[in-house]
């Protein structure tokens, strides 16, 4: 039996592009806001069965509240139908339904009488609200002089309380305590066990994994994916891989389009080149670096990789002068600069005999699979003499991210395997 039916359902807002207009513009001149619609919920149609636990995942601004609100009857569709079966208690926006100047107490039975408890029932759950939200030292103030944590805690106790048939949750949980999140995520799987239908959204990959038994994926008011929560997160997180990639590079690109770079026409080195001015940059740049580009297996240009990916780094250099032996090298450092990996191609023994004057080209480093755990990158890339004399060195200049689909935590991602014997 579902619990919840949604059926074909679209909700579009208005939003305005400009002033409102005075009374008189609109009665003598008729005139009207310009605005522009924007399509939240896209002919949504979704099923969710009595006791199930699902959660909603999405980017921000993809129709995951709005669903929401949709199904407590806050707003309304547009289109379609909705239906939810049993009492429904939500806690869809901090300290929403709470009067500021009323205390924490009378704001229980305000909250609680909304939510369809009576006079006496309220009385009789009182002290296991005030219990489970911790604020017995607080009850009686008002709650204008709650910290926001002390908002939601208070906010959940009564929500959970009236012991509803359909909890509706939106990201509050994201603001209490560790020890309080812990606690609220003990409760629902209480309620879970007992049979309450529990929706939420959250941004918390880990809390819909152990929590649901679906996960739906919404992207631009439509659905993506509807799937076991193991599924769909991963394919949501290659997603925003994805979409990060796209706009690092696009910033990247809007950050040269503002730097103006001056190129040297003569076919003879400047030695004033090394004096210019950056803490990220120095040699003597008798060869230069001219490039550094990331690509990925498919030869396409990138700058957020998964983990395990193959990650391409094209070197593009000018030598201004004859060179014997030059050493190309990278390194790579976490955002606190802990160094994670560096080589150049003299410990590789990949040997370059010599450059000429006005060479051009490119020297290639491939990582077959970039076993590092999720997080922001910094490279490090250069070039120097067989003694360590600096021609150009990159220090930290370039960064990458890297998303990982596994929960481990640290750097560098080790192969291995557990076991297991019985004596």
């Given amino acids: 039996m579902d619990a919840i039916s949604i059926s074909n359902v679209t909700k579009t807002f208005k939003i305005f592009t400009e002033r409102s207009s005075t009374l008189k513009d609109r009665i003598v001149k008729g005139r009207k806001n310009k605005y522009q619609e924007f399509c ?7 099923n969710i069965e009595k006791g199930q636990t699902v959660g909603f995942i999405g980017r921000n601004g993809s129709g995951k509240s709005t669903l929401l609100k ?20 939500s806690l869809l926006e901090l300290g929403a339904g709470f009067h500021p100047d009323f205390t924490g107490r009378e704001n229980i039975f305000m909250n ?23 604020l017995k030292g607080y009850i009686d103030n008002p709650v204008r002089n709650y910290s926001s944590g002390m908002y939601m805690r208070l906010a959940f106790s009564v929500a959970i309380m009236v012991e509803p048939e359909v909890l509706l949750i939106d ?22 066990q007992k049979g309450t239908t529990i929706v939420f959204v ?18 631009k008011g439509k659905i993506v994916e509807d799937d076991k929560p193991k599924k769909v997160i991963d394919k949501y997180l290659e997603y925003l891989a994805i979409e990060e990639d796209k706009r690092l590079i696009e910033e990247a690109g809007e950050v040269n389009k503002q730097i103006e770079v001056k190129q040297d026409s003569s076919d003879s080195f400047d030695t004033n080149k090394e004096n210019q001015h950056d803490e990220q940059r120095w040699g003597n740049r008798k060869v230069e670096i001219t490039d550094v580009i990331l690509e990925d297996f498919n030869g396409k240009k990138k700058m957020s990789f998964l983990s395990g990916d193959e990650l391409l780094i094209r070197i593009h250099y000018k030598s201004w002068g004859f060179v014997e032996n030059p050493v190309f090298g990278i390194a790579i450092h976490t955002l606190e600069h802990v160094h994670c990996y560096g080589t150049n191609t003299q410990i590789d023994y990949y040997k370059i005999d010599e450059l ?3 060479d051009v080209g490119e020297v290639y480093f491939k990582i077959p699979q970039l076993n590092l755990c999720g997080g922001t990158y910094l490279l490090t890339v250069a070039i120097h ?5 600096q021609y150009d060195f990159h220090d930290k200049k370039y960064s990458f991210k890297v998303t990982s689909l596994s929960n481990e935590v640290g750097i560098v991602k080790i192969d291995h395997h557990w076991d297991r014997s019985e004596f």
């Fill in 40 to 46: 939240a919920l896209n002919n949504v149609s979704l």
């Fill in 70 to 89: 949709l199904l407590t009857g806050i707003l309304y569709p547009d289109s379609g139908q909705i239906r939810v079966s049993g009492k429904v208690s």
């Fill in 112 to 134: 609680a009488a909304i939510l369809g408890l009576t006079k006496k029932e309220i009385k009789k759950k009182l002290d296991q609200i005030i219990m489970f939200s911790e």
């Fill in 171 to 192: 990201e509050v949980l994201a603001v209490g305590d560790a020890a309080f999140q812990q606690k609220c995520m003990d409760q629902l799987r209480n309620m879970k």
């Fill in 202 to 219: 959250s941004h918390d990959l880990g809390a819909m994994e152990k929590l649901c038994d679906r996960v739906v994926w919404i992207n």
């Fill in 356 to 358: 000429s004057v006005n």
């Fill in 385 to 389: 003499d067989e003694n360590g004399l």
